[in-house]
């Protein structure tokens, strides 16, 4: 990785606050392996299983999933994976998935809702036990979460579990979610042999959804890709102690706007507190892939590294367009980075007629998109030709002018799950009302002009650059005179005179001649005055000593 992707990386980890991901819980999974279902999921939930440890187990930043328990119900209990933590236990990790696939496909399981309250209450102890013997590491959470993987009804899972765990201690245990997993074919109609549950009622299924936070249920379909993004909900920021940002509007001018401050009885603004949430994971988390999700920072973290002899340019590189877009079809949220304008070359060493083509070629290419109001989607191409090399993928989005914006965009291994709750009703009134005086106060802009922004920049580089200088040692901050001043210091015990011969001595920046006598030389001395200026390039410091003025052969 080269050092221009290592700076980056530690300025995407700085972002990571120590705030950040510390209150992140302990995760159980309880897999229930039971026949006949198992045979239908078992290929799929395993795929998704070795997809995410392969994402978890390389995120560089603080732990998202510090500690990883696994379970496992088949025609017995088993724990196949206690307690580890994920990062950097990769190979532990897929011996785990290895024995979830030798389990039985085939078999009677009579005692499930036991077993199911069984696992709970041994991943709790085995958690118990763990956090008073191991050293906490990086992370302070002292609870855990439970997840049952079943494709059983979600109500009778939760039903069983409710009445097993009725007297049981659950003080360590922060959540227990049950997903349930659809299948596209249903299983209703087939006999499971030792299967002694019966389908719930109507007034359980309302009864059992009417829970409250410690047990929850979620449906999820049957597909790796499902059943990967209900598993990087645990890559989320679990903290929430307090809110994240407060959102600070003008005072509203409605009774039930802003509240007046005590201090100058002038009305408050309206202040809206929200949470923030990831919606993707940054490719600098992931450090062993530097080709994923190229930077568009600046043009030389896109451009390929050079690989070829020192003498020869850098190959340009390639953007391969592979499908278009409706503009009103991409959601910018799955855009991120920093833009890039892309125009045809004005390069000097093309033809003439190959560069009026090449512009025609071009100007045609931004009049269609501009006018079917398309984006297109490109892919890097990577030019190792490996099975294993990794693709970037970007939006090239038209303008008005004679250009192409390119942006990156996310892929399916770097988006994190996001559940946003659509309102079909309108506001109440008050809150509408206070909201409107309140925006109708601020200035209106039909244009934006990021000239007419300013960060206060200037001034704050200007006081760091002072305050680096004067905080360097009054010798560093001149490396020229003052440094060639102390590095011809006389030794200790020298007299007066050798010091100031010392001081006046000037170096020269070729290599000092043999010693020869005087008298033996066989070219006429030349001699330099000291007043004559000489370039700083010309002094550097060694061992050579000679007598003041200095003489060159």
Request: charged content about 20%.
């Amino acid at each position: 990785m080269s050092a221009r992707n290592r700076s980056c990386s530690s300025s995407i980890l700085q972002a990571c606050s120590s705030s950040s991901f510390t209150r992140q819980p302990s995760r159980v999974l309880i897999v229930d392996a039971s026949p006949p279902w198992w045979s239908e999921t078992c290929a799929i939930l395993c795929q998704a299983l070795e997809n995410f440890f392969f994402l978890a187990s390389s995120l560089a930043g603080p732990a998202r999933l510090p500690l990883l328990s696994v379970f496992a119900i088949s025609v017995q209990l088993e724990c196949l994976l206690p307690f580890v933590q994920v990062k950097g236990n990769l190979t532990r990790l897929l011996s785990c998935i290895e024995e979830l696939r030798s389990l039985p496909q085939e078999g009677c399981v009579r005692q499930r809702g036991a077993l199911l309250k069984q696992a709970v209450l041994d991943s709790l102890q085995q958690f118990k036990q763990y956090m008073c013997h191991t050293a906490h590491g990086d992370f302070n959470s002292n609870c855990v979460e439970v997840t049952v993987l079943t494709c059983q009804p979600g109500q009778t899972v939760l039903r069983q579990l409710e009445q097993g765990l009725k007297n049981s201690d659950l003080i360590s245990l922060r959540r227990l979610l049950v997903v349930h997993i659809t299948l596209q074919q249903s299983l209703s109609d087939r006999s499971p042999a030792c299967s002694l549950e019966t389908p719930s009622s109507e007034d359980d299924q309302e009864e059992s959804l009417m829970l409250g936070t410690e047990i929850d249920l979620q449906l999820v379909e049957g597909t790796v890709v499902a059943l990967e993004n209900s598993l990087k909900m645990w890559l989320h920021d679990q903290g929430g102690d307090r809110e994240h940002l407060h959102l600070l509007l003008p005072p509203s001018l409605t009774s039930q706007g802003s509240t007046p401050q005590p201090a100058n009885n002038r009305p408050s603004p309206v202040c809206l507190k929200c949470d923030m949430q990831e919606r993707l994971l940054s490719p600098a988390l992931l450090p062993s892939t530097p080709d994923l999700g190229v930077k568009t920072e600046s043009m030389q973290d896109f451009l390929p590294p050079n690989k070829s002899l020192a003498n020869q340019n850098p190959s340009a590189q390639r953007l391969r367009v592979v499908k278009v877009l409706h503009a009103g079809g991409v959601c910018q949220s799955v855009l991120y980075g920093l833009p890039l304008i892309i125009r045809p070359t004005s390069c000097w060493q093309l033809d003439w007629d190959e560069m009026e083509t090449n512009q025609q070629t071009f100007h045609a290419l931004c009049h269609i998109l501009k006018t079917r109001d398309w984006f297109l989607l490109v892919r890097s191409e990577s030019g190792s030709g490996s099975g294993s090399a990794v693709f970037s993928y970007y939006i090239l989005q038209s303008s008005g002018s004679l250009s192409l914006l390119l942006k990156p965009v996310l892929t399916r291994e770097l988006t994190l799950p996001c559940c946003l709750p659509v309102s079909m009703e309108d506001p109440p009134l008050p809150a509408l009302a206070s909201v409107e005086s309140s925006l109708d106060q601020l200035e209106k802009d039909p244009v934006f002009n990021p000239l007419c922004l300013d960060s206060n920049l200037y001034p704050h580089l200007r006081i760091r650059g002072l305050l680096t200088r004067s905080s360097q040692p009054f010798g560093a901050q001149g490396q020229g005179r003052g440094h060639r001043r102390g590095a011809n210091r006389p030794p200790e015990g020298s007299t007066q005179r050798q010091g100031r011969q010392s001081q006046s001595r000037v170096r020269a920046t070729v290599a000092p001649l043999p010693s020869i006598p005087l008298n033996k030389m066989p070219r006429r001395l030349l001699t330099l005055s000291h007043s004559r200026p000489c370039a700083p390039a010309l002094f550097f410091q060694d061992n050579y000593e000679e007598e003041d003025p200095l003489m060159i052969q």
